[in-house]
């Protein structure tokens, strides 16, 4: 067990929607990554936050957004959802948020577009 | 361009048998990090090395050993005397410094038969 938790483990929903995934980081962590991985695209680095403030960006859709509150956990937004956002999608912690860190990841939430 | 190769994509071994999982990366940057994670059938992501772009040093934990070549842009993964419980996703990762972004191989599949 990692410590990073991520709520719900699995999601359903339909073209269209917008969903909402949530991460807790593990204690102490001020640094959260978001991670999709889908069979065609392999593990994408989506986001990172650090300490509530945006630090890095990768591959992440304008549809998609996400946020790190004061408590530190972190939320991931999709909208206008597609067949093809259909993945499971990772949180990462780590201490400082540094490239050397260690990321610790959580058990994923499996979204399924329909 | 900055990429990970890991050109095994799947890897089947008989129990005992030692098996090494191969990790080639490009980056122009002198400062990088490279990492190996695990992905057991639970799906969640487990941290087994770090590795730093000035430390070439060879490393061995238990049956586990990594061998890193800069000359040849390699941070190889060796797990001797295979188990079942070693079946599972292994992906090599190359975190340039200043980027704070993982940049994901596509996996090698390991399976260990008894």
């Known amino acids: 067990d990692s410590g990073v938790t991520q709520t719900p483990k699995h999601l359903i929903t339909a073209t269209g929607q917008r969903v909402t995934l949530r991460c807790s980081p593990r204690s102490g962590d001020l640094s959260v990554y978001w991670y999709q991985q889908s069979l065609d695209q392999g593990l994408q680095f989506l986001i990172q936050y650090y300490n509530g403030e945006e630090r890095a960006k990768g591959n992440i859709l304008e549809r998609f957004s996400a946020q790190q509150f004061p408590d530190l956990h972190s939320e991931l937004n999709l909208s206008s959802l597609e067949l093809g956002d259909s993945a499971l999608y990772f949180c990462?912690?780590?201490?400082?948020?540094?490239?050397?860190?260690?990321?610790?990841f959580g058990p994923g939430t499996r979204l399924t577009v329909l | 361009a900055q990429k990970v190769t890991q050109a095994q994509t799947e890897i089947s071994v008989v129990e005992k048998e030692d098996v090494t999982l191969d990790c080639v990366y490009e980056?122009?940057?002198?400062?990088?990090?490279l990492f190996w994670y695990k992905q057991p059938p639970s799906g969640e992501l487990v941290f087994l090395i770090r590795r730093n772009s000035f430390d070439e040093q060879n490393e061995i934990s238990g049956r586990y050993s990594w061998n890193f070549q800069k000359s040849t842009s390699s941070f190889n993964f060796t797990i001797t005397a295979s188990q079942v419980v070693d079946s599972a996703v292994y992906f090599c990762a190359l975190v340039p410094s200043g980027t704070y972004k993982y940049i994901f191989g596509t996996g090698t599949r390991l399976k260990v038969l008894a």
């Open positions: 980056t122009r940057d002198t400062t990088y990090y």
């Open positions: 990462a912690s780590s201490a400082m948020g540094h490239e050397a860190d260690t990321q610790y």
